[in-house]
């Protein structure tokens, strides 16, 4: 009788085989900080901000990815924002009003990076009035769009 395709398959068992069981158990404790168990891969927000060594390893980085992230824009432009993207930009136009509001309309580009620590910090706080007048920034975030697609053709 002649061999088929299914004699040669090896049944494998991947719970059996200690070496592989130990290398998992090195990669969860690897992602939830030497213990075992709890969320696998959470992201962690940082509170703090970047420190100038940072802020310039970050420029080199985004410098690398220049043309990449210029492309991305571009197709981004061609493509009407959905729901997710207009929310995000209400957000940020929430968060705009309440800055502009606490410097009395100078730029955040002027002031000086202590008091622009500061505004962030309180701005930080109010997250229950961004949501407010981000909710009621939808609809003008979706007409602007609107606008734009219809501008660009």
Excluded: C, W
């Amino acid at each position: 009788m002649p061999l088929g395709f299914k004699d040669f398959m090896v049944a494998y068992d991947p719970k059996r085989d200690e070496y592989l069981q130990y290398r998992a158990q090195k990669r969860r404790r690897n992602l939830t900080d030497g213990t075992i168990g709890g969320p696998v891969g959470e992201q962690v927000e940082l509170e703090e901000a970047l420190n100038m060594a940072q802020r310039r390893k970050a420029s080199l980085r985004m410098r690398k990815f220049k043309s990449r992230l210029k492309v991305g824009r571009e197709r981004a432009a061609r493509r009407t924002a959905n729901m997710s993207v207009l929310k995000r930009r209400a957000r940020k136009h929430a968060r705009n009003m309440l800055v502009r509001r606490f410097t009395q309309n100078v730029p955040k580009g002027d002031l000086d990076f202590a008091r622009r620590q500061s505004i962030e910090k309180r701005v930080d706080k109010m997250k229950g009035a961004i949501d407010r007048i981000a909710k009621k920034m939808i609809p003008q975030m979706r007409k602007a769009e609107m606008a734009r697609k219809s501008k660009r053709k």
